[in-house]
């Protein structure tokens, strides 16, 4: 069967939805034309998908398609060919180039002060969403370890936070900032007494006196891995090594963590710039 004959009655086929259908068909029929409309679908081997993403990395005069839509066109091609030929026929070859990790723009110190003043109200949820968004970002918590904390995981005495990072994870141990400490205990006296409802022991209580989940943060913060972010990013700006941010954010790999590299960079230029003479 030709590779457009092979296209055709697998786009036909029941149970592809009309927006795979749409999606697919403009793929399949690049690949066709390239191909050659005539040549038999059972001659697509690796080598030939190969060649084909190679022609998509170059196929633009102003740079190269980006790694998402050369994948997504692989694996239109890869559904024909397991539709046409079967599963054992599609060669499953990691071929697309890998994408690149972008790391979210981190917002800068005085955006993070903002954030968490736009919360400032009366109130016992006020305080806590203070507390809350303020303890991510001193703490660079994920989402999940904040509303997971109980009361007994801040140590005001040692000025320390105990993260449980899950089964099989690695616990840790982050030191609790200044600002954090205050707002947290102004929660506890203030207002988390007005929330508790029975023997609750989670540290971040919701109006009806249950534990939080993290869509509660999200609509505090829309992109609450942002504050993270800038956990790391500031840290390391003010000379923080990796190793040390690695540890604090409780990454297994160092490899995770050079994703700040770019940040240290920058401030090793500053620096040079300013302690060097042939700067």
Known sequence: MTIEAAAERFLAAAGISDGTRRGYRADLEEFA????????????????????????????????????TISRKLVAVRSLL????????????????KRPRRLPEAP?????????????ADGPLALRNRALVELVYSAGLRSAEAVALDLGDVDFEQELVHVRQGKGSKDRVIPLGEEAAHLIARYLHEARPQLARGAENALFLSARGRRLDTSTLRRLVPHPHRLRHAFATHLLEGGADLRTIQELLGHASLSTTQMYSHVDAKRLRKVYDTAHPRS
């Open 108 to 120: 800068k110190q005085n955006e993070v002060e903002e954030i968490v003043a736009a919360l400032d």
């Open 82 to 97: 397991r539709y046409s030929l079967g599963r054992d026929h599609v060669p499953d070859a990691p071929l697309t180039p």
């Open 33 to 68: 034309r390239w191909f050659g409309p005539d040549s038999p679908v059972e001659d697509v081997d690796v080598r030939v998908l190969a060649d084909w993403v190679t022609e998509l990395g170059r196929s633009r005069p102003r740079g190269r398609l980006a790694p998402a």
